[in-house]
């Protein structure tokens, strides 16, 4: 059984340095103007610096292109594609179908990876981008566990999960934040960028706090809870999941490397030494992520045990 790649998100290519001593495979990397919600920012020449580092450790680098393209930003995309041929970078994570059209046009040879966020919800869709040249399905976030486990089991590309972090709500390509500050006369500069963490959506009813920020692509609304599956891993190991993500965006770099470590741990128990080894250091891997949890982020399973109602 192969093992499962452990997918981070850095927030710095100095940050990729300790990740791949924390046990990180692959790396997910970009800028806002092209990427959704990346918990750093990398230029072109921090991409081609990330790119050469990660490659010298063995590992992989993936750069986000899944944006909402309109025709405004198509140029602007057409040029960052060809640099990301150049670099040599190892997939191109998209959701907008303008990328499939801009990939065959320039003639990019690189991989591409299928990410449409919330509607990546059945193999027939996997199997249709796979046939238009998606290597890979990143499957919604909203799944149940015997839903990604069918998709899997009948899907032609390689499936990613999302195994940890906080998932998008909504987005809007509007400046909500802003709008609403026009609308209110407050003078109230909105931080224009993901960096700004005390920015929250305040549900008194349900004592929920949604992170929000607003960025180029508009306005980005998170879950109150951060998914968390350390102890819950068997059967997606046992499906023969690909890949595993962590996403760390709106943490810490020192809670982004002891997250990838203690999955790394889990992983590496699994596969090296069995079910047993694993079973026996979950509770722990799972006591030292809630040490170190922030308090306006608890920790749930996501939607991965909740029953689909047709």
């Not at 393209?69 to 970078?89: C, P, S, T, W």
């Not at 907008?96 to 059945?122: K, M, Q, S, Y």
């Not at 943490?251 to 790394?264: D, P």
Request: proline share 3%.
């Amino acid at each position: 059984m192969k093992k499962p790649e452990l997918l981070v998100t850095p927030k710095s290519v100095d940050h990729i340095k300790t990740l791949v001593d924390a046990g990180a495979d692959a790396f997910v990397i970009g800028e806002q103007q092209f990427g959704l919600r990346l918990a750093g920012e990398f230029s072109v020449s921090e991409v081609e610096e990330a790119t050469k580092l990660i490659h010298e450790a063995g590992k992989k680098v993936f750069v986000a292109v899944n944006a909402i393209f309109h025709n405004d930003r198509l140029d602007a995309l057409e040029g960052y594609l060809k640099e990301m041929q150049r670099i040599g970078v190892d997939a191109l994570i998209f959701g907008d179908p303008a990328v499939v059209v801009a990939v065959r046009e320039l003639e990019i040879t690189i991989p591409l990876h299928w990410n449409p966020e919330t509607i990546a919800t059945n193999w027939f869709q996997a199997n249709y981008w796979n046939e238009r040249g998606a290597k890979r399905a990143v499957l919604a976030r909203e799944l149940s566990l015997d839903e990604v486990l069918e998709i899997k089991e009948n899907a032609a590309p390689e499936i990613e999960v999302q195994i940890h972090g906080m998932t998008c709500m909504f987005q809007s390509k509007r400046s909500l934040l802003g709008n609403y500050f026009l609308y209110r006369e407050e003078v109230m500069e909105v931080e224009n960028r993901k960096s700004n963490k005390n920015m929250f959506l305040h549900d008194k009813e349900r004592k929920n706090k949604y992170p929000i920020y607003e960025d180029i692509n508009g306005t980005h609304i998170f879950s109150p809870n951060d998914m968390c599956l350390i102890d819950e891993l068997t059967e997606l190991f046992e499906a023969g999941i690909d890949s595993l993500k962590f996403d760390g965006v709106l943490h810490t770099e020192e809670y982004i490397n002891t997250v990838t470590n203690c999955y790394r741990q889990a992983i590496d128990a699994y596969f090296d030494n069995g079910v047993d080894a694993y079973e026996e250091m979950k509770d722990e891997l799972l006591v030292r992520i809630e040490e170190i949890q922030p308090a306006l982020r608890p920790l749930d399973t996501g939607f991965i045990f909740k029953e689909t109602v047709y």
